[in-house]
């Protein structure tokens, strides 16, 4: 019975175009097997690799650069902490990265080499040939779309760092034209001049995915946080949102909404993802396979010598933890994410390394 409904699931989700959850915010999904989009350990750009079933990858061109990142990062020609996610409508790719290179610190001048000032969104056709908007929050309100609105700064060229942006559509977004549906895009910020810490933020991006709302404060626990990673869980109808907390208790822990703006729950402290002991862990990206009921939770543990970028299991409601294994056959894997592709994605993909 168990293996008469893993075939009907494949069935319905390969003849599906786009696959959408129960949810007014929601990143659609399409193909059985799998792309995973990440920062190499190797550089300062974005890498692919692909696979069937979620266990065994294979680089696309051998784990190089996918497109310039000195043409496509306009800041400091670095793409770091890829995400990438299907438009709402399914017609194109988009993708948000770090635009930060700490081997430029010294050019740059930045006072460290954890220090950056923006993000690049990126959009293609084809998932080969991608072009991008760079925001460099170091110019203030004027780079945003409502420059008019309330600033959470009193002076943005202090900013030193924009972390790890991710990707949510939302259709229940209403612009001021009245025009319904954005993509809530949220990262962690520091200005030292102004706040002790990381805190996390959002903004939403329009249709375009070239124009972006000024910054609100998505919560603030007290403490330094980043890495965010935000999936919708059709068992409990609640969003979960992983996080690395810089500070206290290592591990990544999860924290709960019923609404993308929050009010977010306090991290829970007595299931969260610690296998790791006191080595610290960070980039964490959660996602499902067709079949399955429970969810695979990929994290980099940067502590050890060589790194480990693991894959533990979790079950429906994202709780219980457990099987943690390094990712098979993938060059220089770090912080990144997953999407579902189809068998043509797929093939246009391994035709790179021809």
């Not at 075939?7 to 175009?17: Q, R």
């Not at 060229?157 to 001021?176: E, G, K, L």
């Not at 993509?183 to 001049?193: A, E, K, L, V």
Request: proline fraction near 4%.
């Amino acid at each position: 019975m168990k293996r008469l409904f893993y075939i009907l699931s494949i069935i319905a989700i390969t003849l599906s175009p786009c696959t959408a959850i129960k949810s007014n915010a929601v990143n659609p999904q399409k193909g059985n097997y799998f792309l995973y989009c990440h920062m190499s350990d190797k550089g300062q750009w974005t890498a692919f690799a692909v696979s069937k079933d979620a266990e065994h990858w294979q680089d696309i061109k051998g784990g190089d650069s996918i497109f310039s990142s000195y043409e496509l990062a306009r800041i400091e020609g670095g793409t770091r902490d890829a995400y990438i996610c299907r438009s709402h409508d399914c017609k194109r790719y988009l993708m948000v990265t770090t635009d930060m290179n700490n081997s430029m610190t010294r050019a740059l001048g930045k006072k460290s080499a954890w220090d950056n000032y923006g993000i690049d969104l990126l959009t293609s056709d084809d998932l080969i040939n991608w072009k991008s908007v760079t925001f460099d929050y170091r110019k203030g309100t004027s780079i945003f779309c409502d420059p008019e609105s309330e600033s959470v700064y009193k002076d943005w060229s202090t900013i030193n760092r924009v972390w790890a942006p991710q990707i949510f559509w939302d259709d229940t977004y209403v612009w001021p034209d009245g025009k319904r549906g954005g993509y809530f895009i949220y990262y962690s910020m520091w200005n030292r001049g102004e706040e002790a810490y990381d805190r996390m933020y959002y903004s939403y991006a329009d249709e375009t995915f070239t124009k972006l709302t000024q910054p609100k404060p998505l919560f603030d626990w007290g403490y330094a946080t980043i890495d965010a990673d935000i999936n919708y869980v059709e068992a409990d109808g609640m969003f979960h949102m992983m996080i690395k907390k810089e500070g206290g208790q290592p591990g990544l822990f999860t924290a709960t909404s019923k609404s993308l703006t929050g009010p977010w729950s306090e991290p829970v402290e007595d299931d969260y993802v610690n296998f790791e002991g006191k080595k610290k862990c960070e980039g964490v990206s959660a996602f499902q396979v067709p079949g399955e009921d429970g969810w695979r939770i990929a994290y980099i543990e940067y502590s050890s010598r060589p790194k480990n970028y693991r894959i533990c299991r979790a079950d429906k409601f994202m709780r219980n933890f457990n099987s943690p294994e390094n990712i098979k056959g993938v060059t220089g894997p770090q912080h990144g994410s997953f999407m579902r592709i189809t068998n043509k994605e797929y093939k246009r993909l391994l035709k790179l390394n021809k």
